[in-house]
């Protein structure tokens, strides 16, 4: 049986609010942390930019008569906890540089995500949503490129953190 447009719309803002919840979690983690201030400070910031977006999202979900998923909340938190077991055998120094490669991954995917919900929002003619989308996806992009700005800099300082070696010039 074929979905109408609008109840697929109302799936995709669903699987978006859930991810950002979860993502949320990650950042506030991430927030406290590690030693790097400025990484800190990103995520704990980002942390309340990605509850403005989530709730953005709640507000055209609610005018679509849709209602967020507890279900999809709870699997989302679930599986946004599943990149940090790939840190285990890392350092305590190096926790910075692995929650900056998760949070880059994480923005990453968010970029595509949004690109798929403004894609089918314009299929079915829904200007408003894809309009949120794309927003969003602006300041996902946006937020990914000051995480990489970070990644080098924390892996070089937690080199020299791990191996008690000064650092080497950039290449």
């Known amino acids: ?4 447009a609008t109840n697929l719309i109302r799936r995709y803002l669903e699987d978006a609010i859930a991810a950002e919840k979860s993502f949320e979690t990650q950042l506030k983690g991430f927030a406290n942390e590690g030693d790097d201030g400025e990484a800190k400070t990103l995520f704990s910031q980002h942390a309340e930019e990605t509850r403005s ?25 679930i599986f946004g906890l599943s990149p940090k077991p790939a840190q285990i055998g890392h350092e305590a120094q190096e926790r910075t540089t692995q929650n900056l490669i998760i949070a880059f991954s994480v923005e990453n995917a968010e970029c595509a995500m949004y690109e798929a919900l403004a894609t089918t929002a314009l299929a079915a003619g ?12 602006a300041e996902e992009k946006k937020t990914a490129d000051k995480i990489w ?13 791990v191996t008690e070696l000064p650092l080497q010039r950039s290449v």
Do not use: N
């Open 1 to 4: 049986m074929a979905d109408t």
């Open 53 to 77: 977006q989530y709730e953005r999202l709640t507000a055209r979900l609610d005018a679509l008569g849709g209602s967020t998923s507890t279900i999809k909340s709870f699997l989302a938190h």
């Open 126 to 137: 829904d200007d408003i949503t894809a309009r949120l989308a794309t927003e969003i996806q």
């Open 149 to 161: 700005q970070l990644v080098s800099p924390s892996a070089r300082y937690s080199f020299a953190r």
